[in-house]
């Protein structure tokens, strides 16, 4: 049976991410800073207080993993805060480094010595931290945020590849949830981005590692 860690598992991605894993068999520890009624009706181990931004957190979450082997790590804890260029919020763009790119580096570092031969790591981005993409501007700190986290997760599939862990950037899609309801947009079911995610983290390979997709399969310009 596999262990898969989940971070943001108490709602939207996070949720149906928990859902689906746990429904084809595996076992789940479900990482977020507080549960809901949602997570706790599914039965999987869940750890509150995870707050990927803060040592503490992160040192929580590592505490419960403990000494088993994950074999699965979903980096899915993210925030969206809306900063354009006439109102520059310089600490909104720093919180959202702190959540969206330096928390699943964190969290990766943390639990790099439970990860084996064949251990994967699905970092969850958008295509709004693509350079090639960005045909609109705005959303500075999202933007940023997830452009530096595509490239730590390059780094790190550099650099866990001799140990023999796979590395995959993958964009959601435009998914039904509440930051996506905060730009006012509605999208695809959580559960079919769910199904998208693990199909491209189980055809995941060491010779892909490190490679940018949306969870339809499409390869996405950096």
Known sequence: MKNTVITGANRGIGLALTRFAKARGDRVLAACRASSSALDALGVEVV????????????RLAAAVGERPVHCLVSNAGILIQVELQNLDVAAIRQQFEVNALGPLQVAAALQG????GSKIGLITSRMGSLGD???GGHYGYRMSKAALNIA????ARDLAPRGVAVAIIH???VDTDMLASLGHHGLEPS???RGIFA????????TSGGFWHMNGERLPW
Do not use: C, K, W, Y
Request: no cysteine.
């Open 114 to 117: 439970r990860f084996e031969q």
């Open 200 to 207: 491209r983290l189980d055809e995941l390979t060491l010779e």
């Open 48 to 59: 509150e207080g995870v707050d990927v931004a803060h040592p503490a957190g992160v040192a």
């Open 192 to 194: 079919e981005a769910a």
């Open 153 to 156: 997760g390059i780094s790190l």
């Open 134 to 136: 960005n045909s609109s």
């Open 172 to 174: 959601p899609g435009m």
